[in-house]
């Protein structure tokens, strides 16, 4: 099973700008599909954007031209570009693996989770 490691979050006024990462473990992490997902306070888990081992990608909820998933496969870590931030964009952000190559919108395909990193925006 990989290991994943967020980093990046923290606290930012609305408008700006944070870039979160992950960082797996193994040596397979190229032929992985990965995901961030959201979950807000009081609120289930939900997938931001998902990218595929090919590196093709897939927004969901309000982050389209706003957000963007990336992934470096030499470093074995995926990114997420957030700019315009707003503060409904406060939550615990997790990134995840699945064995599949997808860029899945399905939680249940992601086996593997990272702890989370908690974002915050300011109004």
């Known amino acids: 099973q990989v290991q994943l490691v967020e980093s990046g979050g923290g606290l930012v006024q609305a408008g700006g700008s944070l870039r979160l990462s992950c960082a797996a473990s193994g040596r397979t992490f190229s032929t992985y599909g990965m995901g961030w997902f959201r979950q807000a306070p009081g609120k289930e888990r939900a997938v931001v954007a998902a990218?595929?081992?090919?590196?093709?990608?897939t927004y969901y909820a309000d982050v389209k031209g706003r957000f963007t998933i990336s992934r470096d496969n030499a470093k074995n870590t995926v990114y997420l570009q957030m700019n315009s931030l707003k503060p409904e964009d406060t939550a615990v952000y997790f990134c995840a693996a699945n064995l599949w190559g997808l860029a899945s919108g399905r939680e249940k395909d992601y086996k593997s989770w990272g702890q989370g990193t908690q974002v915050t925006v300011s109004s």
């Open positions: 990218i595929s081992w090919s590196g093709g990608s």
